[in-house]
């Protein structure tokens, strides 16, 4: 008697293209594709080599181009709660690659600002950054990156809409 699975595992092994069915659609999904092999490439290029996570990688590269920037807006602009800003905030500092400062406009707020050492970590990150970028995106030409990324951008804006209050109405 034949194996019940010989048959399509046969002709998976003769196209071992899937049918995306109703995933060819979802966005989710081809978003969840295109960052395991972005992941894959951070972890190469700046992860390991760096010790730095992606979410410190970009709060340190925020720092860069920004300059001293209060921990509500980094919080805000990477999608972060406070609490999970602090846990990162604490982490480089322990690393002695950034520092909290008080905004001398408003005491009540803090600045987060870039150390020497995270000034120079900040700088070496981006430089390794560009070879990866390149690798990446070869496939794509230079007006298609640029309609990725506004259309990602367009993506990562979303808002989830909030419930009409029936009372208000």
Known sequence: MADAGAEPRAARERDPDLSFGALQEVLG???????????????RHVGE????????????????????????????????????????????????????????????????VLTREGDALARRAAAVSKPMERE???????????????????VAAYRQPQPVDAEAS
């Open 29 to 43: 999904f081809h978003v969840t594709l295109a960052s395991i092999v972005t992941v894959g490439l951070f972890e």
């Open 136 to 154: 990446l995106l070869q496939c794509l030409s230079p007006a298609e990156r640029a309609i990725l990324i506004e259309l990602l951008m367009k």
């Open 49 to 112: 080599p760096l010790g730095l996570r992606k979410a410190e990688y970009s709060l340190l590269m925020l720092l860069l181009a920004n300059g001293p920037t209060p921990a509500k807006r980094l919080a805000q602009t990477l999608r972060l709660s406070a609490p999970q800003l602090t846990m990162m905030i604490d982490r480089l500092q322990d690393a002695h690659w950034l520092r909290r400062e008080r905004n001398p406009a408003d005491r009540r707020s803090q600045f987060v």
